[in-house]
């Protein structure tokens, strides 16, 4: 160990040591050559976090299943005299290329160390010819960044939406691709060479990245993961057609398909269009898709609402919890002393700036009548025009 860091020096900034709990004399060995390079050490996957040996700058902090972890501890950046890590992995396992995590645990789990300035490094699968992150990693990551950051615009929510071939079902239209409800989904079988769904985004946008969400998401089994298609874009929506991603093989080689998958782009965008010519593990000829979303090139415009946490709302009136009852058709009330289920609510970006809460008792948006008169009801499953709330700071 001491021998590398001599000959590399500087040019390494930091040490995670697989092992050695307790040998101090590492440290000692890795700062050789950088006497500023941080370092920290596993002592075993054991699921929390210790601070053994002295000496580390970061907890080891490997984890497997970090979602059934509170890291409860002291609740601050400190453990000990080290700072507080974790190390997971977001694929089915280390350097695994399919997702385990949808982007709302994703962001939970880090936010149980960043909420206290802790860290955490996520272990994530990567394409070996080119060094990129692979395209479901990127959409996690990239989900990730945005919602750590407020959130983000997703330009087509909401935006009309045509897919050919015969759905599977009455209620599985192509309008559920751009509804923000993961639970919906665009189902089609087809015949020929691929099946297609066009979205117009309304006017000419320069989009960065387009994150697709697949059956698994929409509670369907992985093997149901559409497996091949092309992002493609057109200035009119009728010819022209040219691809700007391409995903091959998502579920091949006997890998789980991956949940959601995404794509870093640089192009201006009105109509885009999904041209599927692998369907899923078994049929060949169905698509699922329960999501495709659409980001503005600089991150679009967010809310500064924290995106994905639960939250509790506390009138300043009379100094009590606003409650949702179990009931839709029962109002919010600024009723109770204590937080329970009742008073819990996930903030969800609903687009254009605006967020949407959903109640944790009955998992309903809460709504505003349009009627002045009318209360406020967690009463509606998914989110139209009546859930959208802008997030303000009191000055």
Not at 130 to 155: S, V
Not at 363 to 374: E, G
Request: aromatic letters at 10%; a negative charge.
């Amino acid at each position: 160990m001491r021998q590398w860091s001599l000959r590399w020096g500087t040019r390494v900034a930091g040490w995670w040591l697989d092992g050695g709990c307790g040998n101090s004399a590492l440290y000692t060995a890795v700062r050789a050559g950088n006497p500023d390079a941080i370092a920290g050490v596993n002592c075993g996957g054991v699921g929390g976090i210790l601070d053994d040996p002295p000496n580390q700058d970061y907890t080891g902090g490997e984890v497997r299943y970090p979602e059934r972890n509170d890291f409860s501890g002291p609740q601050t950046r400190w453990v000990g005299d080290s700072q507080a890590h974790i190390l997971t992995f977001l694929g089915g396992d280390w350097g695994r290329p399919d997702t385990r995590y949808d982007d709302a645990t994703v962001l939970n789990v880090t936010r149980k160390l960043t909420d206290y300035q802790g860290v955490v490094t996520w272990d994530v699968p990567y394409i070996k010819s080119n060094g990129l992150l692979a395209p479901d990693a990127f959409a996690a990551m990239y989900m990730l960044n945005k919602n750590l950051n407020g959130g983000a615009t997703n330009l087509a929510l909401n935006r009309p939406a045509v897919g050919s071939g015969l759905p599977c079902s009455g209620d599985e239209s192509a309008a559920n691709a751009t509804d923000s409800n993961k639970a919906t989904q665009w189902c089609a079988t087809w015949t020929g060479s691929a099946a297609t769904l066009d979205i117009d985004l309304g006017t000419n946008q320069t989009v960065e990245a387009v994150i697709v969400r697949h059956a698994e998401e929409a509670g369907n089994p992985w093997y149901n993961n559409t497996r091949n298609f092309l992002v493609q874009s057109s200035p009119n929506g009728v010819d022209s057609w040219s691809t700007i991603a391409t995903m091959v093989d998502n579920g091949g080689n006997n890998i789980e398909g991956s949940r959601y998958t995404g794509f870093r782009v640089d192009v201006s965008v009105r109509y885009l269009r999904l041209s599927i010519t692998g369907g899923d593990f078994w049929n060949g000829s169905t698509a699922r898709i329960a999501e495709v979303e659409v980001y503005a090139k600089g991150g679009s415009v967010g809310t500064g609402a924290p995106i994905g946490k639960t939250i509790w709302l506390k009138a300043n009136a009379n100094n009590r919890y606003v409650s949702a009852w179990n009931d839709v058709n029962r109002t919010l009330q600024a009723r109770v002393d204590g937080i329970g289920t009742w008073e819990r609510f996930t903030v969800e970006d609903a687009g254009s700036g605006y967020i949407a809460l959903k109640a944790t008792i009955n998992n309903q948006y809460v709504s505003a009548w349009n009627d002045a008169d009318r209360t406020l009801q967690a009463r509606v499953g998914a989110i139209g025009e009546w859930e959208k709330f802008t997030w303000g700071e009191t000055p």
